[in-house]
């Protein structure tokens, strides 16, 4: 093989493993809604019996993609109401990103395998409420490394 031929062939490898590491996972967020201007995170708490809204940690430090799982636990005999979740990204404009993580969205919380996000810190707010019609916001910072 000739090195023109070497060469081209050395692209068309590059081209392949960039185009198949673009759609390797479920994108969380974009690199675009990252370099967004940030919202002014405001965390309530307070004591209720609101469900509860747990972010399971990946080993730190965390890349992308990686395994991003949230769990749900709900108090007196309630269940969790998974039409009412809401996940947002908090940036200014805030962007819903429900849609995105909706198919993996079960009434014990949300699991995606391969969930992709830029470098960087990322606040989410979720928002859930169960049969009682008792909601929980909790806000978490997603970091990830380069």
Do not use: C
């Amino acid at each position: 093989m000739g090195r023109r031929a070497l060469k081209i062939k050395g692209i068309l490898a590059g081209l392949v493993l960039v185009s198949s590491r673009a759609w390797a996972g479920t994108v969380l967020i974009t690199e675009q809604e990252a370099n967004l201007p940030p919202e002014f995170i405001f965390d309530p708490r307070s004591i209720t019996r609101g469900p509860r809204i747990e972010l399971i940690q990946p080993g730190a430090p965390t890349y992308s993609p990686m395994h991003f799982q949230l769990k749900f636990q709900s108090f007196g005999g309630s269940s969790i109401n998974t039409d009412s979740l809401r996940v947002i990204y908090l940036k200014t404009p805030e962007i819903d990103i429900t849609p995105r993580v909706a198919r993996f969205v079960r009434p014990a919380g949300i699991d995606i395998p391969d969930a992709e996000a830029p470098v960087g810190e990322h606040h989410i707010r979720v928002d859930v409420t169960d049969s009682e019609g008792r909601t929980r916001s909790t806000v978490f910072t997603l970091k990830i490394a380069p």
